[in-house]
């Protein structure tokens, strides 16, 4: 069984910056790529970034410059630090993982969710 827990949404004025963390656990083999998604208000989930297994990284045009994506393969944790926020960046956020149980095929796995509020 494999869990992933996300945290470091919250509240910030327009210009602030948050740093939201995706930690994975259970029985992993191993990790390919891992990302965040988001999905604001009437909108469709979309791909803010992601990072593959050996750190290439991929960004929606709309925060290219303002986030950063990064990982650390032996905590299996997934960073995306938000700089510059903007009130358009409010959406739930997901963390997604394609990886390797110990048991069973290449999966996704999705995060609860945790919320990102863009807001003077």
């Known amino acids: 069984q494999v869990q992933l827990v996300e945290s470091g949404g919250g509240l910030v004025q327009p210009g602030g910056s948050l740093r939201l963390s995706c930690a994975a656990s259970?029985?992993?083999?191993?990790?390919?790529?891992m990302g965040w998604y988001r999905q604001g208000p009437g909108k469709q989930r979309e791909l803010v970034a992601s990072i593959n297994s050996v750190a290439t990284t991929n960004y929606a045009d709309s925060v290219k410059g303002r986030f950063t994506i990064s990982r650390d393969n032996g905590e299996n944790t997934v960073y995306l630090q938000m700089n510059n926020l903007r009130p358009e960046d409010t959406a739930v956020y997901y963390c997604n993982v394609n990886l390797w149980p110990v048991e069973g095929g290449m999966a996704d796995y999705w995060g609860q969710g945790t919320q990102v509020t863009v807001s003077s």
């Open positions: 259970g029985s992993i083999f191993s990790i390919n790529a």
